[in-house]
DNA sequence: GTACTTACCCAAATCGATTTGTGCAAATCG
DNA sequence: CGATTTGCACAAATCGATTTGGGTAAGTAC
């Protein structure tokens, strides 16, 4: 049971059992032609000396140990991996673990493969699941190097139509708030956006902007790091409010639900009333959105959708199943909440 | 650059550059003793080829490829990875895949790897963290059997000593929050407990009937599945003030942050006043017992810092620098809220 | 009795890298 | 000038499995 510390191998099983190694894999693996009572001999001396094959030397010949990347870039942007109160990234890691494991892959969190320091692992992968790659993305440079098959949630902006990728959901959702809002008789309506150079953000201030412009509407639109979170509330405001340059919103998008909280927060202290004097939203919607109070409209992004199509779509491209570059993700659902609720 | 779709081997380089597969090696690692013109060369030779070392096979020969496996018990007994308004295992998994980052491992979330169609890659780990094992845990004999190394948050009640863990923080928590109730006041406190057979329930027991029987109380504990969520509130309530054969609680513990949600919730409902007549505290928080109103008081777990610490001990224990079994975890922070702060 | 199956088993090649030990030429030493 | 060292490169062994292509003996056919 124990020569040594060292591991038994196939070796060991066929010495026990007097055979050749070839006939022990064709044993246990059901292959060849084997005799039934070499095939039990085999099981039960491998059982007793405790043999488990090398999933490396296994994966070695198959060149696959079924094992799937999963590279969150907004992650790499941001300093660390747990931005307090931002649970999507988590629901998404998660969603995509348990479709993974449905499929017989594992999956694993990946920080950004293309740095030098990047674990052996991070490249014995079968394939990779990138969401939101910036413009230019390197790790997909990286991928495409390696012969790493791999999709994209929301494309490489500066290469559309070059990889497999599930559009972003950026335009859908500036249409549903923009109508939202005009519902609810806003006349001037603010953006205040990401920075990440991803198709998400790209998507939503386009499509904000032509908003604007087919309404003659001057454009207000502002940005603010991802990184930061619900403390910019009063910078937006005053950005926002603080002008006599133009005209003040009654709306105000934020596309962070961090950074929507952190808005109604600062009206708040501001003494203006949310939704009645100024409505807010969230674009990807947090928990807190949901029990805050007001509670704060916000889209709900389904990450844990998002994730298992991915996984899905990731298989399939594995298996050559896979025919189109277009990949479809559901339309986030808007979630009327407190914070765009006429209270009258 | 495309010989027939073959990612190119280190035979290749070789092959391009008019050299033997060792030399290239050693050029590449900087291990031998190579001509600075030689390394030069392989190197210009394998960018221009794209060649990209397998992992696999360099993984094979030093039978290590830096990946960590995470097995998180009471996801297996959930019936999906994804109880919602449960962040406590995403942060955690999220935390601990940084960690490892941070050492060069790269780490994946695995289903119990002693299912039958556990991923090939599950087993290709160079070690694994197990999360609050079940009594007798049969991850942990396939662990064993496979010589893969392990440690454990939360021992394996029936084993304890026997593997390097860290302790559970049951009891530490039952006695900061029992002493919280008494200094409010409470006369009667119950306690509500998970169904699965790990340490931290076993331990929380065990510190509240020695408790009761202390002051010669009887214990007042009934028991609901982790899977369950909000809505067993009622049934709680249910089970714990409706009967005449024993005196109503004044303060209820809920070791589940989503029953305590639930049974404040109930109460609300039931028309009794939270905290006026009856306290309601959680084991381990959620997000929902901060934000919901009444907030309910309840322990920050810290996941991220167990997930860092679980990382660096296993990461230690690789390189045989653990030199004891009986880590230590760091002590639960009771977060007081509006469920337990009187009024007046 | 020779030819042909059938049933079983195995030696060797293979996957793609690293490592060990060897060989050869030029340089240095005594 | 012969002996030894040094610098450089490579053939072959190795990691632990799977797969290919035999090979042998017993059984069957005619």
Chains 1, 2 share one sequence.
Request: aromatic share 6%.
């Amino acid at each position: 049971m124990n020569p040594g510390e060292r591991r038994p191998t196939i070796k060991d099983v066929a010495a026990a059992a007097g055979i050749s190694p070839t006939t022990v894999s064709q044993a246990l693996n059901g292959k060849g032609v084997v005799r039934k009572e070499t095939v039990e001999l085999v099981q039960r001396v491998a059982k007793e000396i405790g043999y488990q094959p090398s999933a490396l030397a296994r994966g070695l010949r198959s060149s696959s140990i079924r094992l799937l990347g999963l590279v969150i870039r907004p992650l790499d942007s941001l300093d660390t991996f747990l931005p307090p109160g931002v649970d999507f990234f988590m629901r998404l890691t998660g969603a995509a673990s348990v479709a993974a494991l449905e499929h017989g892959y594992s999956l694993m969190l990946i920080a950004d493969p293309s740095r030098p320091d990047t674990p052996l692992s991070a490249l014995a992968t079968d394939a990779y699941i990138v969401f939101e790659p910036i413009e230019n993305d390197p790790v997909l440079d990286l991928l495409v190097r390696g012969q790493i098959p791999f999709i994209t949630l929301g494309e490489d902006p500066a290469r559309p139509g070059q990889f497999p990728a599930f559009n972003a959901s950026g335009a859908w959702q500036t249409d549903d708030i923009l109508s939202h809002f005009e519902e609810l008789g806003a006349r001037r309506v603010a953006m205040v956006s990401g920075t990440d150079l991803n198709a998400w953000n790209h998507e939503s201030r386009t499509a904000y902007l032509s908003w604007c412009e087919a309404r003659g509407q001057q454009p207000l639109l502002v940005s603010r790091s991802e990184t930061e979170g619900e403390d910019v509330g009063e910078s937006i405001l005053a950005e926002l409010m603080d002008s006599s340059a133009f005209e003040q919103p009654d709306a105000i998008y934020c596309m962070t639900g961090r950074h929507a909280s952190g808005v109604v927060e600062a009206a708040r202290i501001r003494g203006i009333r949310v939704p009645d004097e100024l409505l807010v939203a969230g674009g990807s919607g947090t928990t807190q959105n949901e029990t805050s109070s007001p509670s704060i409209t916000a889209f709900d992004m389904q990450p844990e959708i998002h994730g298992q199509l991915a996984v899905e779509a990731v298989v399939a491209l594995l298996e050559g199943r896979l025919t189109t570059r277009r990949l479809s993700a559901p339309r986030p659902k808007l979630v009327v909440r407190d914070s765009t609720r006429r209270t009258r």
